[in-house]
C-alpha cells in the first residue's frame, strides 16, 4: 500500500465510510477504490482515470484534492510522451493527406461520369429520332384510302350512302338512326333544417310525395306523433311510453308534428334522412314540413 493510498483509506475509515458507500457517492467501481487504495494504478483505464478517480476519492473523504493529486503527482510522474505525440500527428497528417487524395480522385470519377451521361442522353435521343424520321416523311403509307361520294345533280346534295359488305363497289342508303328517349330525371328528396321558433324546430322535406317517419329507441321515452291538416289543425296519431330497443314508423301524405320527452332516447330518421333531435335528456319538439311539388 502507497502512503496516497494509506492516506485515503484512512481518513475514509475515520468517518466511518465503507467502500460501497463510497462506490455510491463517487459512482466509481469498489475494484477501482481498493486498487487507489493499495496503490495499484494498473488495474484503473488509464492515468486521466486514475487523476479523476483519486480527485474523486478525496472531494468524498473531506480531503483537498489538489494537495491530494500533488502528492500522486510526487510519487507517480508522468511519462515523457513527446515521441509518441509527434508520431501520431504525423500519423494523423499522413491519414488527411491520404482521405484529400481520396476525395479528389473520387470527385473526378463522378464528374467524369456525369459528362458520360449526358453525352449518352443526348445520342439517344439524336438516334431515336433520325430513326424515325423516314416513317414520317412518308404520310402516303399511312393514309387511309378516301371514298368519293358522287353528287346529286337535281339537288346538289350528296346521297347518304355506305360501302355494301361484299365490297362490289355497290353503295347502299344509311339507315335513319332512331332518337334514344331522354329519361326525366327525378328530384332528389332533401330534408333540410328551415328555423327554430317558440322551442319548435322546423325542418322542410322537398322532393318527395309521402313523409316516412323511423324511429328507434334507445331508452325510455314518451313521445307523440300528429299530423298536420291543411286548416293547420292537429290530429293524434300516437302517443306512447316507448321503451329502450322500440322501434316505430309514420307514412303520411302531409306534414307532422313530434312532441319527444326526452330527446337523447330517440333516433329519428325522415326519408332515409337523419334528423339530429338532441344529446341531453331534455323535452324536444320537431315539425316535419312536407312540400310537394
Given at each position: ?23 455510491e457517492v463517487t459512482k466509481i467501481r469498489k475494484r477501482y477504490l ?260
Amino acid at each position: 500500500m502507497s502512503d496516497l493510498g494509506y492516506i485515503l483509506r484512512k481518513t475514509r475509515l475515520e468517518k466511518k465510510i465503507s467502500l460501497d458507500d463510497l462506490q455510491e457517492v463517487t459512482k466509481i467501481r469498489k475494484r477501482y477504490l481498493e486498487a487507489i487504495e493499495e496503490g495499484n494504478y494498473k488495474v484503473l483505464p488509464g492515468s486521466f482515470y486514475v487523476r479523476a478517480f483519486i480527485k474523486s476519492y478525496a472531494e468524498a473523504v473531506g480531503l483537498d484534492p489538489t494537495e491530494v493529486l500533488g502528492m500522486y503527482q510526487t510519487t507517480n510522474p508522468s511519462p515523457a510522451v513527446e515521441k509518441p505525440v509527434v508520431e501520431t500527428i504525423r500519423k494523423n497528417r499522413t491519414s488527411v493527406r491520404n482521405t484529400e487524395k481520396l476525395s479528389r480522385w473520387a470527385s473526378g470519377t463522378m464528374f467524369v461520369c456525369f459528362i458520360l451521361l449526358i453525352f449518352g442522353i443526348v445520342y439517344y435521343y439524336t438516334y431515336k429520332n433520325y430513326k424515325g424520321t423516314p416513317a414520317d416523311e412518308n404520310p402516303s403509307q399511312t393514309q387511309s384510302p378516301r371514298i368519293t361520294d358522287s353528287t346529286n345533280p337535281a339537288t346538289g346534295t350528296a346521297p347518304s350512302t355506305t360501302m355494301n359488305a361484299s365490297g362490289d363497289g355497290k353503295v347502299a342508303p344509311l339507315a335513319t338512326p332512331t332518337p334514344t328517349p331522354v329519361p326525366t330525371p327525378t328530384p332528389s328528396v332533401q330534408v333540410k333544417f328551415s328555423s327554430s321558433e317558440k322551442g319548435v324546430d322546423n325542418y322542410t322535406i322537398t322532393g318527395a310525395s309521402n313523409l316516412n317517419i323511423q324511429m328507434k329507441i334507445t331508452g325510455s321515452c314518451w313521445i307523440r306523433v300528429d299530423s298536420l291538416t291543411e286548416a293547420g289543425g292537429k290530429e293524434m296519431l300516437r302517443q306512447k311510453l316507448y321503451k329502450a330497443g322500440d322501434t316505430d314508423s309514420f307514412d303520411l301524405t302531409g306534414s307532422a308534428y313530434l312532441n319527444v320527452g326526452a330527446a337523447s332516447a330517440l333516433e329519428l330518421t325522415v326519408n332515409g334522412t337523419i334528423v339530429p333531435v338532441g344529446d341531453t335528456p331534455n323535452p324536444k319538439r320537431v315539425q316535419l314540413n312536407l312540400q310537394k311539388n
